[in-house]
């Protein structure tokens, strides 16, 4: 004969997963807490913009403004050892362009990642973007740059650069306006270079 009393024990298993239930349910509602609102660390400004910094953004920016691509005019690419330097070079150059549409500019700044260095293929990569058939202007700012630019420009055969890319002698950042605002004017690939010449003369005392 069963025991009544037996009978009607719970099993110790289900009062583990009742203890289970009560402590992962909502204390406000009652209700089971879903998966998603486990908690987890908060994040700080500090973390969020670590991981910003981490995400690295594409070396080859275009510039251009809009409506560039209306009028052909000789291209200019400027080649850095940062991203950073490039991209501001870039914008300060256009801002200084005035009224009116700038000539295409791109920059290859950095390696790809978003490393300190040169990259070859992200110099091409500027140059096919900002050949419009009226040449391009190649500035650097130093070292790897320069002679990387160089060594493209002396290949021969199939892939080598147009014989209308130009490397400027001018300092990087006054020759990236003299080059960009002088092509915005509609001014021909000798006229550019020209005036990178001139920037690269300029004495400051």
């Given at each position: 004969?069963?025991?009544?009393?037996?009978?009607?024990?719970?099993?110790?298993?289900?009062?583990?997963?009742?203890?289970?239930?009560?402590?992962?349910?909502?204390?406000?509602?009652?209700?089971?807490?879903?998966?998603?609102?486990?908690?987890?660390?908060?994040?700080?400004?500090?973390?969020?913009?670590?991981?910003?910094?981490?995400?690295?953004?594409?070396?080859?920016?275009?510039?251009?403004?809009?409506?560039?691509?209306?009028?052909?005019?000789?291209?200019?690419?400027?080649?850095?050892?940062?991203?950073?330097v490039?991209?501001?070079?870039?914008?300060?150059?256009?801002?200084?362009?005035?009224s009116?549409?700038?000539?295409?500019?791109?920059?290859?700044?950095?390696?790809?990642?978003?490393?300190?260095?040169?990259?070859?293929?992200?110099?091409?990569?500027?140059?096919?973007?900002?050949?419009?058939?009226?040449?391009?202007v190649?500035?650097?700012?130093?070292?790897?740059?320069?002679?990387?630019v160089?060594?493209?420009?002396?290949?021969?055969?199939?892939?080598?650069?147009?014989?209308?890319?130009?490397?400027?002698?001018?300092?990087?950042?006054?020759?990236?306006?003299?080059?960009?605002?002088?092509?915005?004017a509609?001014?021909?690939?000798?006229?550019?270079?020209?005036?990178?010449?001139?920037?690269?003369?300029?004495?400051?005392?």
């Amino acid at each position: 004969m069963t025991d009544p009393e037996l009978s009607q024990a719970s099993d110790p298993k289900d009062g583990a997963r009742g203890a289970a239930e009560q402590e992962s349910a909502d204390p406000a509602s009652g209700q089971p807490a879903s998966p998603s609102a486990a908690q987890s660390p908060s994040e700080t400004p500090s973390q969020s913009a670590s991981q910003s910094r981490s995400e690295p953004q594409s070396p080859t920016q275009p510039r251009t403004g809009p409506g560039a691509e209306s009028e052909p005019r000789v291209g200019v690419v400027l080649v850095s050892h940062s991203h950073e330097v490039a991209i501001a070079t870039a914008d300060l150059a256009l801002a200084l362009v005035g009224s009116g549409v700038p000539a295409p500019v791109a920059t290859a700044g950095g390696v790809e990642g978003g490393g300190i260095g040169t990259s070859a293929t992200l110099i091409r990569k500027a140059i096919k973007h900002v050949d419009a058939g009226r040449g391009v202007v190649v500035l650097c700012d130093m070292g790897s740059a320069v002679l990387t630019v160089k060594a493209l420009l002396a290949e021969t055969g199939e892939g080598a650069l147009p014989d209308t890319v130009r490397i400027a002698d001018a300092p990087f950042l006054e020759g990236a306006v003299a080059a960009l605002v002088t092509a915005s004017a509609g001014a021909g690939l000798d006229l550019v270079i020209s005036a990178t010449d001139d920037a690269r003369m300029y004495r400051k005392l």
